[in-house]
């Protein structure tokens, strides 16, 4: 009888080392869901192979939502990543600190706004003075399609184009991809969007963005000094190119697991790499980059 207990004790113990070892995680072996928004879904997707290839031991889902449900599930314990342009508001700020959340942010790349045009169409640059008088609705000179508010591109436009206030003077389209589909067709219209979603741009023009400087450097028609520039990475990067935004990488955990190690990597000089390859402007260490167009 006591060789039996003795035996089921032992068998017992087996059994919760071997699920103690299963069990562990480490920064490369695991298993992690990573939510991202559309805006970057791609590239994420890109990074997430590259990173299989290098660790066999790690599995990653990756979710595809929109900004603010990423923010909420993050924010409430549902998710451990998420990867946005989407910036914390205020009220998030202060729930943060009221909960005590360790939540960690990490700048992963940046990304541009694209203003585009038919290829046929004899523009060739554009104010942001200009977009923002359109798109408040104060001018007809231009007619815009942006996508909806739950994207990273109109959100952006709200709080760093327009003062906070809604695109009254733009078509609304539900996706970037929406945009470039509208665009596509023609006519006398013009799309913002994510640069770094442009697979193919074969019947699209990209504008130069300008804003009013002191400094001359290209005299506008109108006798203002402006700087006009393309969303090249490069001029991006060095903040030349006016629509611009930083994606973070928003994690939280606070252990060594797969989220912090899928982090470091997209932070590390070959994920950089990978997102410069998709446009984006590499945020965490230098890259090379080529401003040739």
């Not at 998030?92 to 706004?113: G, M, P």
């Amino acid at each position: 009888m006591l060789k039996s207990a003795f035996i089921i004790i032992m068998l017992s113990a087996i059994l919760i080392t071997g699920c103690q070892q299963e069990a562990k995680v480490t920064p490369t072996k695991g298993r992690l869901t990573a939510e991202v928004d559309p805006a970057v879904y791609p590239v994420i997707v890109k990074e997430k192979t590259a990173f299989d290839s290098l660790y066999k031991d790690v599995k990653i889902d990756l979710k595809e939502v929109d900004p603010l449900q990423g923010m909420v599930n993050l924010i409430n314990g549902k998710s451990k990543m998420f990867i946005s342009p989407r910036y914390f508001n205020k009220q998030e700020i202060d729930f943060i600190r009221k909960e005590k959340l360790n939540v960690q942010t990490f700048k992963f790349c940046y990304l541009a706004s694209a203003v585009i045009v038919p290829k046929n169409s004899t523009l060739d640059k554009i104010r942001v003075d200009e977009i923002k008088d359109a798109l408040l609705g104060n001018s007809k000179k231009y007619s815009f399609v942006i996508p909806q508010n739950n994207t990273a591109t109109y959100q952006y436009l709200q709080e760093e184009i327009l003062d906070g206030n809604a695109p009254k003077g733009a078509e609304i389209v539900p996706t970037d991809n929406d945009v470039l589909k509208k665009i596509e067709e023609g006519g006398n219209i013009l799309g913002i969007l994510s640069f770094n979603i442009i697979q193919d741009s074969s019947k699209i023009k990209f504008l130069q963005v300008g804003q009013i400087v002191r400094k001359l450097i290209t005299p506008d028609k109108n006798g203002l000094d402006v700087n006009y520039f393309t969303p090249h990475p490069g001029f991006v990067i060095k903040k030349y190119y006016p629509l611009w935004q930083t994606v973070y990488v928003y994690l939280n955990e606070v252990l060594l697991t797969p989220a912090s190690g899928f982090t470091t990597f997209l932070t590390s000089y070959e994920g950089q790499k990978i997102a410069l390859g998709e446009n984006l402007a590499p945020a965490a260490v230098p890259v090379r980059i080529n401003e040739s167009q």
